[in-house]
T-cell receptor, first 114, second 111 residues
Framework: NAGVTQTPKFQVLKTGQSMTLQCAQD?????MYWYRQDPGMGLRLIYY???????DKGEVPNGYNVSRLNKREFSLRLESAAPSQTSVYFC?????????????FGDGTRLSIL | GQQVMQIPQYQHVQEGEDFTTYCNSS?????IQWYKQRPGGHPVFLIQ?????EVKKQKRLTFQFGEAKKNSSLHITATQTTDVGTYFC???????????FGPGTSLSVIP
């Protein structure tokens, strides 16, 4: 009954370092999303994947890359971390459809870039 | 581009008082969702409204979708400390696979 699992939960990086945030869901959802959350700015979409093998840019994609490894997994990579990327990152998944299905979120990754 | 706005940004209430947050979209929405995020937690889906003028209740929470389907509200009657958190509305973007989240209303309840 895990739902959406994100790893790691916390991470501190130095400017210029790279890292990959992992996300996996066990609900057989087709759509997966990566958001960042900053104080007072709500949730901003970084990238999303409507189905296995497809990815699309969201509102704030610069500085990030994603990989939809299979139906379960959707990873987010920071190639060269910058202090502006300090944020809380949430992965979410949903069943796609015209009725706009609810999104299920992971617990988040709290990332600090020094 | 499409925008979803929420007011107020913050609300502090005494326990037992009522609370309302308002959500407004720059475009007509086919539906609207509401989520709650407890401090330190992740957003959790509360409800979805689809029909013009629709009103749904969940215990002390009342959700309403405007007649023009461009605005929505969440009203909490007699707040409790368990209501503390940030409430987000979200509406579908032109692509049905994406939603746009409002900035959220952060509710604090003073015991």
């Amino acid at each position: 009954n895990a739902g959406v699992t994100q790893t790691p939960k916390f991470q501190v990086l130095k400017t210029g370092q790279s890292m990959t945030l992992q996300c996996a869901q066990d609900m057989n959802h087709n759509s997966m999303y990566w958001y960042r959350q900053d104080p007072g700015m709500g949730l901003r979409l970084i990238y999303y994947s409507a189905s296995e093998g497809t990815t699309d840019k969201g509102e704030v994609p610069n500085g990030y890359n994603v990989s939809r490894l299979n139906k379960r997994e959707f990873s987010l990579r920071l190639e060269s971390a910058a202090p502006s990327q300090t944020s809380v990152y949430f992965c979410a998944s949903s069943v796609p459809g015209h009725s706009n299905q609810p999104q299920h979120f992971g617990d988040g990754t709290r990332l600090s870039i020094l | 581009g499409q925008q979803v706005m929420q007011i107020p940004q913050y609300q502090h209430v005494q326990e037992g008082e009522d609370f309302t947050t308002y959500c407004n979209s720059s475009t007509t929405l086919s539906n609207i969702q509401w989520y709650k995020q407890r401090p330190g937690g992740h957003p959790v889906f509360l409800i979805q409204l689809v029909k013009s003028g629709e009103v749904k209740k969940q215990k002390r929470l009342t959700f309403q979708f405007g007649e023009a389907k461009k605005n929505s509200s969440l009203h909490i009657t007699a707040t409790q400390t368990t209501d503390v958190g940030t409430y987000f509305c979200a509406g579908p973007e032109t692509s049905y696979d994406k939603v746009i989240f409002g900035p959220g209303t952060s509710l604090s309840v003073i015991p």
